[in-house]
């Protein structure tokens, strides 16, 4: 028997309580794992929309409250280009058509590397509202500011060792508001 | 008084939500732990390394509070390089006995380093479920995924000309207990 107080279900049959009945906190927590390494002509641009660059992942997420604050944050992950072409890696995610964030880590000058060959490691960390509470995919694109260019992402051509299931993480907490 | 709905015990008679009232997500515990270790030298390392290569750089004891939850372990970026042209791959991991919960290279391409000096920033973040209430350690390795493991480095650098690298360089790892069902 589920336990109601006025028309809130409080607690349900199975005896677990409602999260819509606690006041604040996180309410859910989601992990993805992906083992992708990617190369090639990925598409970009200086200021990527989401049809830009190359998806690495998607994340199917159904916040269970419309009102929530959805904590988005990943790892390091890996870009280096193949030819002088671009000077940006960045990795962005996004909901529908709008960009949550975009990361691209621009820490280190041209000088660092050979040829001006650019490496960075960019991560997410974002805060952003619920979209309501249905399921939604959050795509984490990569890519560069000149779509021309062959980039490596999760990926070192040159050498072995490189574990085959060599990991990036994507965590998501939703925070009841 | 206990409330029950049919015979499971939400709340005990203290008023305490109990495991079975618990909804996923819900976190049952949060702690970190803090190093300021950093390596240099030979540090092993395999491609597929096991529990026992590459070189331990950091352990600590984790209790889960329960059975059938989920833990997080995720930790702020490690600086890792070499400072000769030994390894060209670098990974971070993390096992308790002999169990690997992750493994990261986050490589680039060796050739774009000067002098193919490799280095990377490496991140755990990672979901895994609890092996049981017992205390185990949950042991962080490093080393490369080729070569040695020769002349590697790890959160620090060796340069001598400047002043030393600030007092309290910090790696923290945290692991999260959460429900799950």
Excluded at chain 1, 88 to 108: C, F, I, K
Excluded at chain 2, 87 to 112: E, G, H, Q
Aim: some cysteine; charged content about 10%; overall charge negative.
């Amino acid at each position: 028997m589920a336990f109601n107080i006025s028309t809130t279900e409080t607690i349900n049959n199975s005896g677990v309580v409602n999260p819509q009945t606690v006041t604040n906190g996180i309410c859910q927590i989601k992990n993805y794992t992906t083992t992708n390494s990617l190369s090639g002509q990925l598409g970009g641009s200086t200021d990527p929309s989401s049809s830009d660059g190359t998806s690495l992942i998607t994340l199917a997420f159904t916040p269970l409250f419309a009102t929530s604050k959805l904590f988005l944050f990943s790892n390091t992950i890996s870009i280096s280009e193949g030819t002088n072409a671009f000077d940006l890696g960045y990795v962005a995610a996004y909901v529908d058509n709008t960009r949550l964030q975009m990361s691209a880590t621009p820490l280190e000058n041209l000088s660092h590397w050979v040829g001006s060959l650019f490496c960075s490691w960019p991560s997410l960390s974002i805060i952003f509202n619920s979209w309501g509470n249905n399921t939604k995919n959050i795509d984490i694109r990569v890519g560069a500011n000149n779509n021309n260019t062959p980039i490596y992402v999760n990926l070192n051509p040159d050498a072995a060792g490189q574990h085959p299931s060599a990991e990036i993480n994507f965590t998501i907490m939703e925070i009841k508001q | 008084m206990a409330f029950k709905v049919g015979n499971t015990e939400v709340f005990n008679d203290q008023g305490n939500l109990q495991t079975a009232g618990l909804f996923d997500g819900y976190i049952l515990q949060c702690v970190s732990f803090t190093t300021q270790t950093n390596l240099s030298g030979t540090l092993g390392g395999a491609s597929d390394p096991g529990s026992s290569d590459g070189t331990s750089y950091f352990s600590f004891q984790f209790t889960p509070l329960l059975s059938d939850s989920d833990l997080l372990l995720y930790s702020s970026n490690i600086c890792v390089w070499e400072n000769s042209d030994s390894n060209d791959v670098f990974y971070l991991a993390a096992y308790f006995d002999t169990t690997r919960i992750s493994i990261v290279n986050a490589p680039v391409r060796d050739n774009n380093a000067r002098s193919s000096l490799t280095r990377t920033y490496l991140a755990l973040n990672k979901a895994f479920s609890s092996w049981g209430t017992s205390q185990k350690t949950i042991d962080i390795r490093i080393g490369s995924g080729n070569g040695t493991g020769s002349n590697m480095v790890v959160n620090t650098y060796l340069d001598t000309t400047y002043t030393p690298q600030h007092e309290t360089p910090e790696i923290s790892f945290t692991m999260i207990e959460y429900r799950k069902t």
